[in-house]
């Protein structure tokens, strides 16, 4: 088979490029997704994601290997192997970080991506059910929606807890300003999720020059001499192979995207060669640059009750189905992050440097792989976080084989650099004051997790390395720059420096991690790759 451009992942970025490639009607295009169908109950129910957190069937599930900043503990890291990708399993929490993220990328020298550039692409990919203005907006794919009247009351209390300790109130997190505390808003449409399948990938499947590939796995690419001409995957016991008249892209995510360059000969030299691979090009910032948001939970016992009531008890799951499928509304239809915001650690800190998140759950027990949102606490409880929005740690991820089926072999190297411990030890004082303020005080009972003898310096740090885990993040490994011997993988029209043919187009190519949840600058991401393509075919 031969199209004109080959997409490597459905998901985020992989919908976005699949929905503007093929909008011509002339150009064929292709995706070649690992994963199946989204019609899935996990998948389309918001807070089903606490069942597709660990069902293989729509999800990579891979686990990191120990890591000595978290006192050696292994990370599990569910990722969307499912059309939508990660935006079908995600929390759906829609943030699209902040403009100094974007003004530096452009500064590392990326030029066309700094805030200015991106802004018009944020507002073009998404249908703000609260109305447009000039940093939101309106008839996108990507419909947004606000949370105001559906969150449990804990989540108004927590506001207003966050407010009398000084923080100001935002009212719209991805407006002028990111700084404050408010309610989230998510992606979801009539009380299912909106992932990028939803938004960008369905509508375009009626066209007859697109063509969607489930259930097949990539394993290399296809060169001719230094351009990227196609796609070798397995389909079942089969394998097959599809080629490009124009251009491979690989939206196939963190993970997956670095993967599929390794095995095809793309990256550090002496690391391929060791795995008796044939190098296409030395490329050693392949894998390298991974970065992602780890979060340190406070567990409080409510003496009021919180959705571990609703979610916990057979009698409250159906109870919350029944709802939620006569109205598709209730506490089904909603993310669990439902309120938090943003903050400065200190005052002499030029921006928001730690990410707050507020949710009427609680999970006292979290084991790699088999945490779910349909078993909390038996007390009910309420969970307050804080997160690094801007971690210097840096982390690798390679394969360990030739083999395309096995799993790469992960280390995200968290706390690594000493400043990302000691910015979360910074902050969490705002997590104990806005417990002990009204209103929200007038809610809790106790603290359970750390508790309230974990208070010396040296013990919380102990605490927070013991219990510290991933937001589920992951970013950065195929870096945009401008010289691959600084470690850059892509140039800024995302090119895969070396070679023809072949460019990246997921969140790897994150140089910095922006502020806050992922999934909106992907797609943007995707975006951006689109204009760029398009621009390139003239």
């Avoid at 992989?14 to 994963?35: F, M, P």
């Avoid at 499947?205 to 060169?223: D, E, G, Q, S």
């Amino acid at each position: 088979m031969q199209v004109d451009y080959v997409i490597v992942g459905a998901g985020s970025a992989g919908c976005v490029l699949a929905n503007r490639l093929s909008a011509d009607g002339k150009s064929e295009v292709a995706v070649i997704e690992a994963g199946g169908s989204d019609l899935n109950l996990w998948v389309r129910m918001p807070i089903g994601y606490g069942g597709a957190f660990h069902d293989p069937h729509i999800n990579w599930r891979y686990f990191t290997e120990p890591d000595p900043g978290t006192g050696n503990r292994v990370s599990y890291w569910p990722r969307g192997r499912v059309l939508g990708g990660s935006s079908a399993i995600n929390a759906m929490v829609y943030i699209r970080g902040q403009a100094a993220d974007y003004d530096g990328w452009a500064a590392l020298g990326n030029p066309g991506w700094s805030h200015a550039d991106v802004l018009p692409l944020f507002r073009r990919m998404e249908n703000n059910l609260a109305g447009g203005d000039d940093w939101r907006g309106t008839g996108g794919p990507m419909t947004v929606t606000a949370t105001d009247l559906g969150v449990h009351t804990l989540s108004h209390d927590w506001i207003d807890a966050a407010e009398a300790t000084g923080l100001p109130r935002n009212a719209d997190f991805n407006g002028a300003d990111q700084e404050g505390v408010g309610l989230y808003q998510i992606t979801t449409r009539n009380g299912f999720r909106c992932s990028a399948a939803t938004g960008y990938l369905n509508p375009a499947k009626r066209r007859a020059n697109l063509r969607v590939i489930t259930r097949a796995h990539a394993t290399r690419i296809l060169f001719d001499g230094r351009r990227a001409t196609g796609i070798e995957y397995r389909r079942g016991n089969k394998t097959l192979r599809i080629h490009a008249r124009r251009e491979v892209i690989l939206s196939a995510g963190a993970v997956n995207s670095p993967q599929l360059l390794e095995l095809s000969g793309i990256g550090g030299a002496d690391r391929l060669k060791n795995l008796g691979l044939d190098i296409t090009q030395d490329l050693p910032g392949v894998g390298t640059n991974l970065q992602d948001h780890i979060g340190y939970d406070f567990i409080y016992e409510a003496n009021c009750p919180t959705l571990n009531n609703l979610l916990r008890p057979w009698s409250g799951r159906i109870a919350m189905g029944l709802l939620y499928l006569l109205t598709r509304g209730g506490p089904l239809s909603l993310s669990v992050n439902q309120a938090g915001g943003f903050f400065r650690s200190s005052p002499d800190r030029p921006r928001p440097n730690l990410q707050l998140y507020f949710a009427p759950v609680s999970y006292t027990h979290k084991t790699p792989g088999k945490r779910r949102l349909l078993a909390p606490d038996a007390f009910p409880g309420m969970q307050l976080s804080i997160s690094n929005c801007h971690p210097l740690s840096r982390g690798h991820l390679h394969i360990r084989s030739a083999d395309p089926m096995a799993p790469p072999e992960i280390h995200p190297r968290y706390l690594s650099v000493p400043e990302d411990l000691d910015e979360l030890c910074e902050g969490v004082d705002i997590l104990r004051r806005i417990a002990a303020a009204p209103p929200l005080a007038n809610s809790i009972l106790r603290e359970v997790i750390p508790g309230p003898d974990v208070t010396d310096p040296d013990a919380l740090r102990a605490n927070i390395v013991g219990q510290v885990g991933t937001v589920f993040h992951p970013c950065g490994t195929c870096a945009m720059g401008p010289d691959p011997n600084a470690g850059a993988v892509v140039d800024a029209r995302l090119k895969v420096h070396g070679l023809d043919g072949l460019r990246v187009a997921d969140a790897s190519i994150f140089p910095r991690i922006t502020a806050g949840n992922i999934n909106a600058p992907s797609m943007m991401v995707g975006e951006k790759a689109s204009d760029l393509i398009l621009a390139d075919r003239g």
